[in-house]
């Protein structure tokens, strides 16, 4: 089984309210803070895991629209030669791959190379939280506690 997940990536720490509070005197200014683009800053992270862990990695270059066609590139070129180099005793009865609940895992596209190759789509049910792709295992929790920042 291949689980197929995505994640955004922050290249800075937003600044904490509570890291931005100082004591000022009634003669000084405050400091002025630096806003930076937000956009600019964010990747997205594509990755596959099988039961050893993660099993390769693509982050989508800058300006990339991550669509059907996007998924199915990414399909071809990181996860095809993934399943290749996997030992043929974990993949004899077939290979099933988990996507999240996205519109565009369900795409026509996604659904051809999953029947050109013979692999199965494992669906997953609204309700079940418990069957989403886990990246909760690649996140670590941040000084104020919150588990939300990436490992």
């Known amino acids: 089984m291949f689980i197929r997940d995505e994640t955004w990536i922050s290249s800075h720490k937003p ?25 600019a ?15 390769s990695s693509r982050a989508a270059p800058p300006g990339t629209t991550v669509n059907a066609n996007y998924y199915n590139i990414v399909t071809e070129d990181i996860l095809r030669p993934c399943i290749w180099q996997t030992p043929t005793e974990h993949i004899d009865e077939g290979v099933i791959i988990h996507y999240g609940k996205a519109s565009v895992h369900k795409a026509r596209v996604m659904r051809d190379i999953l029947y050109l190759y013979g692999w199965e789509l494992l669906d997953s049910p609204l309700q079940w939280r418990h069957l989403t792709p886990a990246d909760f295992f690649l996140r670590r929790r941040d ?5 939300d920042r990436f490992k």
């Not at 000084?143 to 588990?147: E, R, V």
């Open 143 to 147: 000084s104020s506690g919150n588990k």
């Open 15 to 39: 600044k904490l309210e509570k890291c931005s509070v100082l004591w000022l005197g009634s003669d000084e200014t405050r400091p002025a803070k630096v806003y930076r683009k937000q956009s």
């Open 41 to 55: 800053l964010k990747v997205m992270n594509i990755m596959f895991l099988d039961n050893q862990g993660i099993s």
